[in-house]
């Protein structure tokens, strides 16, 4: 298996454009993660989804992402519109369930620069 | 819900000497305890992880022991080398049965090993 797989590795946008990232779980894998990593707030989980079902959005920072799991291999995480706070790297992974010591796949991340 | 102390936030030894990381945690639902590191560029990999009922865990030169009285774990890598530099994460595991549990990380250690 590739892993988890995302794109794009970067992305450069202008404030106030919308800004769509993609992953592709582990194939057989039913739980998906959506993470936020920065300095200043180290890695922070978004969102997660169980056999395509959201679970806990809590960490989800404002209405601007949203985030959908159409089917079991492809999640998408959309801002929109940016804004320079939003610079960070992101990441997903995938595990599954309902193993609570499963082991959680990251993928490679894409960095996301607001200008 | 949990919070995940990681202490410290940055360590560096000379190749061959040992090094150890410790974190703590505040749920007792907590059961489950991987430490992840994160190469530069890269997303974090699983490289150890402990259950609530076993006391230690030992790989090769990375071990990790559990105190689940006192609430804290600790990753310890012996004969450290260069290639052992990297973040390195803890997550605590918090059991809500079901679809519910997630992980909660650690800010993180960045490792730094001196040839």
């Known amino acids: 298996d590739a892993g988890v797989i995302q794109s794009p590795r970067h992305e450069v946008t202008e404030m106030g454009q919308e800004v769509t990232l993609r992953c592709k779980p582990i194939?057989?894998?039913?739980?998906l993660f959506w993470y936020r990593q920065t300095m200043m707030r180290g890695l922070e989980l978004l969102i997660y989804?169980?056999?395509?079902?959201?679970?806990?959005d809590s960490g989800m920072p404002e209405d601007r992402f949203s985030a959908k799991m159409p089917n079991a291999s492809f999640s998408t995480l959309k801002i929109q519109p940016s804004e320079p706070r939003d610079s960070a790297v992101y990441f997903c992974?995938?595990?599954?369930?309902?193993?609570?010591?499963?082991?959680?796949?990251f993928g490679q991340g894409t960095r996301l620069t607001v200008v | 819900g949990e919070n995940v102390e990681q202490h410290p936030s940055t360590l560096s030894v000379q190749e061959g000497d040992s090094a150890v990381i410790k974190c703590t945690y505040s749920?007792?639902?907590?059961?489950?305890f991987p430490w992840y590191k994160q190469e530069l560029g890269k997303g974090p990999q699983l490289i150890i992880d402990?259950?609530?009922?076993?006391g230690e865990k030992k790989d090769q030169r990375i071990a990790v022991t559990l105190n689940k009285t006192a609430k804290h774990f600790s990753l310890h890598i012996t004969e450290t080398q260069p290639e052992d530099s990297a973040v390195y994460f803890c997550?605590?595991?918090?059991?809500?049965?079901?679809?519910?549990?997630?992980?909660?990380f650690g800010r993180g250690t960045q490792l730094t090993v001196w040839p």
């Open positions: 997550a605590a595991f918090v059991d809500r049965g079901s679809t519910l549990g997630r992980l909660y």
């Open positions: 989804f169980n056999n395509n079902v959201p679970i806990d």
């Open positions: 402990i259950r609530s009922n076993v």
């Open positions: 992974a995938s595990s599954y369930r309902p193993r609570t010591d499963a082991e959680a796949f």
């Open positions: 194939s057989g894998h039913n739980s």
């Open positions: 749920d007792s639902a907590s059961n489950y």
